[in-house]
Each structure stands twice: as C-alpha cells, then as structure tokens.
C-alpha cells in the first residue's frame, strides 16, 4: 500500500530500478581480458584451471587479490555538520 500521491508498487519499481542500474554500473567496471596467466602475476603460484575457467584474462591468485583488495582503504567522506569547526562558526 502505498502512501501520499505514489501510486501502488511506485516503492517497488523505484528499488528494481536502483537495483537493474547498479547491475548495469557493475557490469561496466574493467574486466580481465586476454588469455589466463597459469601462474600468479605477483607471487608466481599456480592459479588453478577452475579460476582460470571462471574468469578469463584472470592474472592474480585468490590470496594476492584479497591482499590487494583489504589494502584498499577507501577515504570517508568528511562530515560538516559532525565536525566542531563547523558548529564554531
């Protein structure tokens, strides 16, 4: 049941949309091209034949990506209304 002026199922169009240009923004992100590597790019392991199957042009083993991926450190975005500078002014 929708409320106010939406019409019914306005809330669930409006999430399936979200979601179908989420899907659509994942799909865009660069991809691994070209022919597997069979051995790690970085610490020259063997990646396995079912990784190389499932994602082709894969270059990194399991361990180096999630190495690299808990490397990222992602900056969070700086409140101004949480801050004390801002409540100074």
Do not use: Y
């Not at 306005?10 to 994942?26: F, K, N, P, T």
Request: charged share 35%; aromatic share 4%.
């Amino acid at each position: 049941m929708a409320g106010g002026w939406a019409r019914d199922g306005a809330v669930s169009e409006q999430i399936e949309a979200s979601v179908s240009d989420e899907l659509a923004r994942m799909k865009t992100r660069a991809q691994p091209v070209g022919e597997s590597f069979t051995h790690c790019a970085e610490c020259e392991e063997e990646i396995p034949q079912a990784r190389r199957e499932a994602i082709p042009g894969v270059k990194l083993c399991i361990d180096c990506v999630r190495e690299r991926d808990a490397a990222f450190n992602a900056r969070p975005g700086f409140n101004r209304r949480g801050s004390k500078d801002s409540q100074l002014k």
